[in-house]
């Protein structure tokens, strides 16, 4: 039985059914104990599953300690990352256990979802892909009506419709992209005025119990935008470069099932952009895990020894970039099956 103390938000969350913004979770042999201060006391004990509640009356590392020396485990697990190096030396201090430095511990828990987690996922991403459609259908009809509307005005706009008045949150900020900002990978919203005709690129998320959903979508501004993968351009470059990603991905999508090593998936999107001669302007990994945190296990890039396994769930993002100009970038999320993989 591992014994292991977390700090991480979601990490707490996957394995009691909450978490806040100040807490500390302790599993130590059958027991689970979750700390926390009184703000948070009630809503803790309305949701913890199977986990007793500490209010602490002082700092939450004492409290900790406190407990650790009642429960004496010989060996601790943690996560490096969860913990600040003052933390730290404050929990340990005359402690008589070692301890286990785990990185990455609760991702590594969580890389294979169960039949509960991908039901959830999967709803995150019908949700998901509602909200873009509402976002064509809105920008479809300023373009038509001629109205302005800049980079930041529109990702405010985007963010509400994906949020649902309130209903869902966000799994990150959306990038709302036109043209040449669209060549930055995490580009930020600027004040620039769309028009017709006009690359766009939308990347963004929500999140549905707590799940994240993520998704890029890549199409030019008129009035009778959508947001599926079949795509025209005017422009004969950017209708180009947006069929070799579309291909890329494709490829990286047909690769998947379970035996493959992620970095075999990668090699894949990347094999279609380098022959076609853009290596260079692909600078980003093909994927990441999605889950509770918008990027987790498994890592989908060109080191990753990671065994695809029946199960894990992750997004395919083939990108090509040309600085000062456009980038192109489409993404979904894929869950591996028996057999290959099932889109989002």
């Known amino acids: 039985m591992q014994n292991f103390i977390l700090q991480n938000e979601n990490a707490v969350y996957y394995e009691c059914g909450y978490s806040c913004d100040n807490e500390i979770f302790?599993?130590?042999?059958?027991?689970?104990?979750?700390?926390?201060?009184?703000?948070?006391?009630?809503?803790?004990?309305?949701?913890?599953?199977?986990?007793?509640?500490?209010?602490?009356?002082?700092?939450?590392?004492?409290?900790?300690?406190?407990?650790?020396?009642?429960?004496?485990?010989?060996?601790?697990?943690?996560?490096?990352?969860?913990?600040?190096?003052?933390?730290?030396?404050?929990?340990?201090?005359?402690?008589?256990?070692?301890?286990?430095?785990?990185?990455?511990?609760?991702?590594?828990?969580?890389?294979?979802?169960?039949?509960?987690e991908i039901e959830i996922l999967k709803k995150a991403a019908k949700l998901g892909a509602k909200g873009f459609n509402k976002i064509a259908k809105k920008l479809s009809k300023i373009i038509a009506n001629k109205e302005k509307i800049s980079e930041q005005r529109l990702n405010f706009l985007s963010a509400q419709i994906l949020q649902k008045h309130g209903q869902l949150g966000l799994s990150f900020a959306p990038i709302t992209a036109f043209n040449a900002n669209a060549a930055k990978a995490h580009a930020l919203p600027e004040n620039i005025i769309a028009k017709k005709g006009d690359l766009f690129l939308l990347d963004a998320g929500i999140r549905y119990q707590r799940y994240c959903s993520d998704r890029t979508r890549t199409l030019e501004l008129n009035q009778k935008m959508q947001m599926s993968k079949t795509q025209k351009f005017k422009d004969s470059k950017k209708n180009e470069i947006y069929q070799i990603v579309l291909q890329a991905q494709q490829a990286a999508i047909n690769a998947v099932k379970p035996g493959v090593l992620a970095c075999d998936i990668d090699a894949k999107a990347r094999s279609v952009i380098q022959k076609a001669g853009y290596g260079k302007n692909f600078f980003h990994s093909t994927g990441h895990g999605v889950g509770l945190d918008i990027h987790e296990l498994p890592r989908i890039n060109q080191s990753s020894t990671e065994i695809l396994k029946e199960g894990m769930i992750f997004s395919i993002e083939p990108g090509i970039y040309f600085e000062g100009e456009f980038g192109v970038r489409i993404e979904d999320v894929v869950v591996v099956t028996k057999n290959g993989c099932e889109i989002f």
């Open 26 to 116: 302790i599993k130590a042999g059958d027991e689970q104990f979750f700390i926390t201060d009184a703000r948070y006391g009630i809503e803790a004990k309305s949701h913890l599953k199977n986990t007793h509640l500490i209010v602490a009356q002082t700092s939450l590392i004492k409290e900790a300690r406190l407990l650790l020396r009642k429960l004496a485990p010989k060996k601790l697990s943690l996560d490096p990352a969860d913990f600040s190096y003052q933390s730290l030396k404050d929990l340990t201090r005359d402690m008589y256990f070692s301890l286990d430095f785990a990185h990455n511990f609760s991702q590594k828990k969580r890389i294979i979802k169960n039949a509960d």
